[in-house]
């Protein structure tokens, strides 16, 4: 069993790879933000006003499970085993089950700020990242179940997106503008990673012992290895892109509520058009579309009597195109 999720509770189901995909009725609504399949019939997803969602045959029916919150937006979950799990979401929200998530006890982590991703490598010791854009990233560190969270620091700026570990020990984050750090000893030291881009890397996984893939903005793929990380790039000039030539950054603040900047770069006198589009492709709204000098360049985009979700923004100039993700939230 393989699962997908989208807005208005969309959730697509494949047990063939991926070569099909079929709908599910989730029961609800709510933009949904992450799915974690336990086996092939039991299965947690997650979303928006702190919406759990649990299925145990293969998700054919969906049941509602209470959180603890009504307002924040869940991003990530992670179970260690069958039974002890973790979600975390906006406004520093973290809850713990250990009965396979038929409930959800509500825990403290010490801050405010959104919390994007979470790995726990035994059921005790795990890690969640998160922060906002253009700040110090937020890592959370806890070694008996969430009881209590410990802040650690990579030393740099920017918004972490994901996290992973191989065991208690060895583990990585990598989130804005290419940003990329590992630890050898359960995150007490963070060493920097030459991800040799400044694009957002939004994902990762470990492939092997020593070796991973990493994704992000703008088609981004990179190959790691412990001793020499090596950059992989769908264009012909992989890890390449430098500060100075077409830029589009991440909205700030994100998630935001009603307004946004939109920063971009160009580096030659161009029509640029910035337009936001939802996640069916539908145009929204057309925030500028003009020749502009070179330069750098802020936009702000007020969203007040739009729906709350993900949206997609896109810069076009000349023949270079760049999109990437925002969240509304009410």
Do not use: C
Not at 81 to 108: D, E, L
Request: glycine fraction near 14%.
């Amino acid at each position: 069993m393989g699962g997908f999720l989208g807005t208005s509770g969309t959730i697509l189901r494949t047990t063939n790879g991926g070569q099909d995909w079929f709908a599910q009725s989730s029961g609800t609504s709510h933009q949904l933000g992450d799915v974690f399949l336990m086996n092939p019939d039991t299965a947690i997803a997650v979303g928006f006003q702190g919406t759990i969602l649990r299925t145990t045959d293969g998700g054919n029916n969906w049941s509602p499970v209470a959180s603890g919150t009504s307002t924040e937006f869940l991003q990530s979950l992670h179970f260690s085993n069958a039974i002890h799990g973790t979600v975390v979401g906006t406004g520093g929200f973290i809850a713990r089950t250990t009965n396979g998530g038929k409930s959800w006890t509500p825990q403290t982590s010490g801050t405010a700020t959104t919390l994007v991703d979470v790995y726990f490598s035994d059921e005790n010791t795990g890690t969640v990242v998160g922060g906002p854009l253009n700040f110090p990233g937020v890592i959370l560190r806890t070694t008996n179940g969430g009881a209590t969270w410990t802040p650690q620091s990579i030393g740099a700026t920017g918004s972490i997106q994901s996290v992973g570990f191989l065991d208690n020990d060895n583990g990585m984050v990598v989130g804005q503008e290419g940003l990329g750090f590992f630890t050898t000893d359960g995150g007490k030291n963070w060493n920097k990673l030459a991800t040799n881009t400044i694009n957002d890397l939004a994902s990762f996984t470990y492939t092997t012992t020593d070796t991973g893939i990493v994704v992000g903005a703008g088609g981004t793929i990179l190959r790691f290895r412990s001793d020499s990380p090596t950059g992989i790039k769908n264009n012909p000039n992989p890890g390449t892109e430098k500060p100075g030539g077409f830029v589009l950054k991440q909205n700030y603040p994100n998630p935001f509520n009603p307004s946004t900047r939109i920063e971009f770069s160009v580096p030659e006198r161009v029509l640029v058009r910035l337009t936001v589009y939802d996640l069916q492709g539908r145009k929204i709204t057309t925030l500028l579309e003009e020749t502009r000098n070179a330069g750098d360049y802020s936009v702000t985009w007020n969203a007040k009597g739009y729906a709350s979700g993900f949206y997609i923004y896109q810069l076009e100039a000349g023949k270079v195109s760049k999109a990437r993700k925002l969240l509304y939230l009410k």
